[in-house]
């Protein structure tokens, strides 16, 4: 896919992750939908050359599977924490929203 629409790729995954917050972190939905959408927000410049270079061959997979990934530790979930959402599911949520992210990617790549 040498050509596409950025744009329509950031819909897509802001979709997932809000389908996502939505269906796991249901008792604190809203936050979490807040928080992924503000991870992806945040990370759009790095999503949109990782993506390009997916999609001209200069990454493989595996190498932006690793740098999605690697946004973990940068990832700031500020409005679960404020409702008392522990360490623990706020580090799975996290995992949870980059593994998202990288299947949105791949199936449009």
Same mark, same amino acid.
């Given at each position: 896919?040498?050509? #596409?629409? #950025? ?103």
């Amino acid at each position: 896919m040498a050509d #596409f629409d #950025f744009q329509s790729i950031l819909s897509d995954i802001k979709n997932s992750v809000t389908a996502l917050a939505l269906s796991t972190v249901k008792e604190y939905a809203n936050e979490a939908k807040a928080d992924a959408l503000q991870f992806v927000e945040n990370s759009k410049a790095n999503l949109q050359t990782w993506i390009v270079e997916l999609s001209q061959g200069q990454l493989t997979q595996a190498d932006f599977e690793d740098l999605v990934m690697g946004l973990k530790d940068l990832m700031q979930m500020n409005a679960l924490q404020q409702v008392g959402f522990s360490l623990i599911e706020a580090d799975q949520f996290k995992i949870s929203l980059l593994n998202t992210v990288i299947k949105t990617v791949v199936s449009l790549i």
